[in-house]
């Protein structure tokens, strides 16, 4: 036993006792631990029954409504609707069950929620779209008609426009797990290519009948969808998924081949429906997918220490494989019978008027434009406004624009058009800053889905794919898989 002695006497401190003390009080008390994150906490709830079921209702939701021909019927929208109210449900009984609601902070869903909030106000009765109509009905004692030129359509669009919000938001908050992310990816690119095998097969067996039942007169239907440009439109979406992982090196060598034949059935399908507006839309998609998948790697690479030689070879190995894809594709389309689909892009250049129509269209809607500038005429109310600026014949009568941007702006007007804008923005920083990541599964994940909703935007200058109910959705799903937080990475 050792005994410590000192010399000191009672009541004395020694040095010893001088040394702690001040020791004691250099010593910073310690730091309370930070309190975690939205997203952490989010990770540490358990996924309950009725999480499963929403997962299971967005998948199904996918199929569902692009097999009921695209969603554009009113018992397909009614269905479409319960559904998301059904998710609702199931929403609130997972809150119940693990006393949290589950809602994620992505900034993307602030603007839809403003689109339909200018929609609530478009049905206020506040006269007609211009300025001079709202000022008469605020000074006047008569009852005055809807800001909306067509109050029964702005309902219908808010009603799909809610179901809409309903199923992103879902996606948003509970695709919260690597599993997850690949189950609703790996579903994209197995429905998009079986998809792609019946489009094709219907049409060298029977193209003029849908599901080899339904002929839909005065149409020229393509897979389940009545347009065919609605088709063009899916595949566009679909085919970016596979690639994406290919481009990001996500996929295991003996799988290679196996993505890039879905793809390439993908493209082949999207060329043969004669779509010039898919197929100019497609190779724009795939430089996107070859160009951003270079820049991404080369981030990442230097991260790694990657020397800049190796990382310009990938570069430049991306773009080749980019350039290799289109002309597969193309030579694909010739080995298929596609000739005339290929005349038909190539003869369209020679014309008087390569956009067939549709600067006419275009001429009439920013007339309506500059009329009602602010909210616009009504959401859905462009086929009652239309006619009034017409100059044509009258012989047919044009449902929808024919290029989504400025159809925005005529249902909506500048504020409609301002929060699409944000969303796009938002869409495009977010989803690259997911990339940015060594997660190759999530960086393939968002490269693909990123690259799916570019390539359908390029085809809305020059058509309305986006306003059928089925490609908005898959647009809206793949936004969430390009931006769902960290969680559902490895």
Same mark, same amino acid.
């Given at each position: 036993?050792?005994?410590?002695?000192?010399?000191?006497?009672?009541?004395?401190?020694?040095?010893?006792?001088?040394?702690?003390?001040?020791?004691?009080?250099?010593?910073?008390?310690?730091?309370?631990?930070?309190?975690?994150?939205?997203?952490?906490?989010?990770?540490?709830?358990?996924? &309950?029954?009725?999480?499963?079921?929403?997962?299971?209702?967005?998948?199904?939701?996918?199929?569902?409504?692009? $097999?009921?021909?695209?969603?554009?019927?009113?018992?397909?929208?009614?269905?479409?609707?319960?559904?998301?109210?059904?998710? /609702?449900?199931?929403?609130?009984?997972?809150?119940?069950?693990?006393?949290?609601?589950?809602?994620?902070? +992505?900034?993307?869903?602030?603007?839809?929620?403003?689109?339909?909030?200018?929609?609530?106000?478009?049905?206020?009765?506040?006269?007609?779209?211009?300025?001079?109509?709202?000022?008469?009905?605020?000074?006047?004692?008569?009852?005055?008609?809807?800001?909306?030129?067509?109050?029964?359509?702005?309902?219908?669009?808010?009603?799909?426009?809610?179901?809409?919000?309903?199923?992103?938001?879902?996606?948003?908050?509970?695709?919260?797990?690597?599993?997850? /992310?690949?189950?609703?990816?790996?579903?994209?690119?197995?429905?998009?290519?079986?998809?792609? %095998?019946?489009?094709?097969?219907?049409?060298? %067996?029977?193209?003029?009948?849908?599901?080899?039942?339904?002929?839909?007169?005065?149409?020229?239907?393509?897979?389940?969808?009545? +347009?065919?440009?609605?088709?063009?439109?899916?595949?566009?979406?679909?085919?970016?998924?596979?690639?994406? $992982?290919?481009? !990001?090196?996500?996929?295991?060598?003996?799988?290679?081949?196996?993505?890039?034949?879905?793809?390439?059935?993908?493209?082949?399908?999207?060329?043969?429906?004669?779509?010039?507006?898919?197929?100019?839309?497609?190779?724009?998609?795939?430089?996107?997918? #070859?160009?951003?998948?270079? &820049?991404?790697?080369?981030?990442?690479?230097?991260?790694?220490?990657?020397? #800049?030689?190796?990382?310009?070879?990938?570069?430049?190995?991306?773009?080749?494989?980019?350039?290799?894809?289109?002309?597969?594709?193309?030579?694909?389309?010739?080995?298929?019978?596609?000739?005339?689909?290929?005349?038909?892009?190539?003869?369209?250049?020679?014309?008087?008027?390569?956009?067939?129509?549709?600067?006419?269209?275009?001429?009439?809607?920013?007339?309506?434009?500059?009329?009602?500038?602010?909210?616009?005429?009504?959401?859905? @109310?462009?086929?009652?406004?239309?006619?009034?600026?017409?100059?044509?014949?009258?012989?047919?009568?044009?449902?929808?624009?024919?290029?989504?941007?400025?159809?925005?702006?005529?249902?909506?007007?500048?504020?409609?058009?301002?929060?699409?804008?944000?969303?796009?923005?938002?869409?495009?920083?977010? !989803?690259?800053?997911?990339?940015?990541?060594?997660?190759?599964?999530?960086?393939?994940?968002?490269?693909? #889905? $990123? @690259?799916?909703?570019?390539?359908?935007?390029?085809?809305?200058?020059?058509?309305?794919?986006?306003?059928?109910?089925?490609? @908005?959705?898959?647009? $809206?799903?793949?936004?969430?898989?390009?931006?769902?937080?960290?969680?559902?990475?490895?």
């Amino acid at each position: 036993m050792t005994i410590s002695t000192s010399n000191a006497q009672p009541g004395e401190r020694t040095r010893t006792d001088i040394v702690a003390a001040a020791t004691e009080t250099l010593t910073p008390p310690p730091v309370p631990p930070a309190p975690p994150t939205h997203a952490a906490r989010a990770a540490e709830l358990p996924r &309950t029954v009725w999480s499963r079921f929403i997962i299971l209702m967005l998948c199904m939701a996918v199929v569902t409504t692009t $097999l009921a021909f695209g969603t554009v019927h009113s018992w397909a929208l009614a269905v479409f609707e319960l559904s998301a109210g059904v998710v /609702l449900a199931l929403w609130m009984l997972d809150a119940w069950r693990t006393r949290t609601l589950r809602v994620s902070r +992505n900034f993307l869903q602030l603007p839809l929620v403003g689109l339909f909030i200018v929609g609530l106000i478009q049905l206020l009765p506040l006269g007609g779209g211009s300025a001079q109509d709202i000022g008469n009905a605020l000074l006047s004692v008569e009852p005055a008609r809807a800001f909306s030129y067509d109050p029964y359509a702005t309902r219908m669009v808010l009603a799909e426009l809610a179901g809409l919000i309903v199923y992103f938001a879902a996606a948003l908050a509970f695709i919260d797990s690597p599993r997850r /992310l690949r189950l609703v990816a790996r579903l994209v690119i197995v429905f998009g290519f079986l998809l792609a %095998v019946y489009g094709l097969m219907q049409h060298f %067996v029977n193209p003029r009948t849908i599901f080899f039942v339904r002929e839909p007169p005065q149409a020229e239907p393509f897979g389940p969808y009545v +347009n065919r440009h609605h088709f063009a439109g899916y595949m566009e979406l679909v085919l970016a998924m596979p690639l994406g $992982l290919l481009f !990001a090196g996500a996929v295991e060598r003996e799988r290679m081949l196996l993505y890039a034949f879905a793809s390439t059935i993908m493209a082949i399908a999207l060329v043969m429906t004669n779509s010039r507006g898919g197929m100019l839309s497609m190779v724009c998609e795939i430089l996107f997918l #070859a160009a951003v998948a270079a &820049t991404v790697r080369r981030r990442v690479g230097r991260d790694e220490r990657e020397d #800049a030689g190796s990382r310009v070879r990938a570069a430049a190995v991306r773009i080749a494989l980019g350039f290799a894809m289109i002309v597969a594709v193309f030579i694909g389309v010739l080995y298929f019978g596609g000739e005339d689909a290929l005349s038909r892009l190539v003869g369209s250049v020679n014309t008087a008027d390569p956009t067939t129509g549709r600067a006419h269209f275009w001429q009439g809607t920013v007339q309506i434009i500059r009329d009602h500038p602010l909210l616009g005429t009504g959401l859905g @109310a462009f086929s009652a406004v239309y006619p009034r600026y017409d100059t044509a014949n009258g012989d047919y009568r044009l449902e929808q624009a024919h290029n989504d941007y400025l159809q925005t702006l005529s249902d909506a007007g500048v504020v409609g058009g301002a929060l699409g804008i944000i969303f796009l923005v938002a869409l495009f920083r977010t !989803a690259l800053k997911r990339m940015q990541t060594h997660d190759r599964v999530r960086r393939g994940v968002a490269l693909g #889905a $990123l @690259a799916g909703c570019a390539g359908v935007l390029v085809h809305s200058f020059f058509d309305f794919t986006l306003h059928t109910t089925a490609n @908005a959705l898959l647009f $809206l799903v793949l936004a969430a898989l390009a931006t769902v937080n960290g969680r559902v990475e490895e």
